[in-house]
């Protein structure tokens, strides 16, 4: 049987900077690492159906995980989008409100500062429509080091990197069952060829499930996990609408963070090609469907118009939707990443991701380098 040093289940973002990380440290230099992905390609779901924006680190309870990894993470993809010439633009975002909301951006300023993020500026009018003309808000709190990335490119230098030090790709291939073997685990997987699917078994002495949405599920599927200990995992997808034209924006511009913390607001953002699209909205959803309702236009109109008065609804057209693996159910308080290793868990070997939602792109390499520290 097929022994490798450790198991990644997961190719999206966040397997993929486990992997580079683990790869690029000491002791797991040359070990045999292999990355088991079950679609045909890396970063196919959460990964690349987001917003791609690199945050700051504003809206985290300060020394919650996403606080602090969305923080480290940050100045780490930086540091690597410059260092791997990764298309990426720190464009800095606007955090928009009329005058009855400045008692909440004041809130989320000093929360911004709790949580290291000290380069927020305050724009009143006329500096703000200056800034931006086709804004409708009297306030803003500006984040300079806000950006965007071309995620795809991201994860693809990730991939290049693992592999240059030795990790190996398995795409096509998913993890079934997970027994345990007296050292580590024997992992058994599916690998779809053509029409058929082959079984194939390895083993592994380290296993880190960073399956996204399907965390839940795999954790169900490995020995030895305390059921009553694994979370669940509650879809709440976004959609976003591109649109048409040129961008009325040359910032991203998000209005008030919703009062139901389930999102950040549909925001306006800017891709690398500087196409303008709005979204996320946030809909609990019970089975994972991309479909965008182009019906829903009308509603994302009408949440736009409150900054962007100028919005023509006819511009708006279906793009894409992502959908977020939350940990809090529709109503419940918001709730951290959960990084588990074999101390919480007690499972030796082990180490499961739950709940990796926004931050997660922008913190990836941070998970990674903690991740990384665990199992070393
Ligand atoms: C609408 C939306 C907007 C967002 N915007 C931002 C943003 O602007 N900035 C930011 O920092 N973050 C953002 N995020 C969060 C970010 O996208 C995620 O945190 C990140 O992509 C999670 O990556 P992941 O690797 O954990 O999950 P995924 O990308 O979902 O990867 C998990 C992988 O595991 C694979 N898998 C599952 N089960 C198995 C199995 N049994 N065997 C083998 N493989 C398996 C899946 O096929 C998948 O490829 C957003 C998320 C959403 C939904």
């Given at each position: ?97 009329a005058a009855a909301g400045v008692p909440a951006l004041e809130s989320l300023a000093s929360l911004a500062f709790a949580n290291g993020v000290t380069d927020l500026v305050w724009f009143d009018d006329p500096q703000l429509h200056e800034q931006e003309p086709a804004l409708k808000a009297s ?213 499961q991701l739950f709940g990796m939602e926004s931050p997660g792109l922008t913190a990836s390499l941070a998970i990674g380098e903690l991740v990384a520290g665990d199992i070393v």
């Open positions: 049987m097929d022994k490798f040093a450790v198991c990644i289940a997961g190719a999206g973002v966040v397997g993929l900077a486990i992997a580079y990380k683990l790869a690029s440290s000491r002791q797991f230099q040359g070990k045999d690492i292999v990355v088991v992905e079950r679609e045909a390609s890396f970063g196919q779901h959460t990964s690349s159906r987001n917003s791609e924006v690199i945050h700051a680190g504003i809206y985290y309870p300060t020394g919650s995980l996403k606080a602090r990894l969305c923080v480290r993470g940050k100045a780490l993809l930086y540091d690597h989008c410059l260092r791997h010439s990764i298309a990426h633009r720190q464009l800095g975002k606007f955090i928009v409100a306030h803003a709190l500006f984040s300079p080091s806000t950006g965007i990335i071309d995620s795809h490119e991201y994860m693809q230098s990730l991939l290049h990197l693992a592999q240059n030090r030795g990790v190996q790709f398995a795409p096509y291939t998913e993890i079934t069952a997970v027994n345990r073997a007296s050292v580590g685990f024997v992992v058994d997987t599916s690998i779809a060829s053509g029409t058929r699917c082959v079984r194939y078994q390895f083993g592994c002495d380290f296993l880190v499930n960073c399956a996204g949405l399907d965390a839940t599920a795999l954790a169900g599927k490995i020995d030895g996990v305390d059921r009553s200990t694994i979370p669940q995992t509650h879809f709440c997808k976004g959609d976003y609408f591109s649109y048409q034209g040129a961008s009325p924006f040359k910032h991203l511009i998000y209005p008030l963070p919703e009062a139901n913390t389930q999102g950040l607001g549909i925001h306006a953002t800017l891709d690398m090609a500087g196409q303008l699209r709005f979204g996320p909205d946030t809909e609990y959803i019970e089975k994972r469907n991309y479909h965008v309702d182009a019906s829903k236009s009308a509603g994302f109109a009408a949440a736009i118009a409150a900054y962007f008065p100028a919005i023509e609804v006819t511009k708006l057209q279906p793009a894409y939707s992502g959908i977020r693996p939350k940990l809090a159910a529709l109503g419940e308080p918001v709730a951290d990443f959960i990084i588990e290793g074999s101390a919480e868990n007690g499972v030796p070997g082990l180490v």
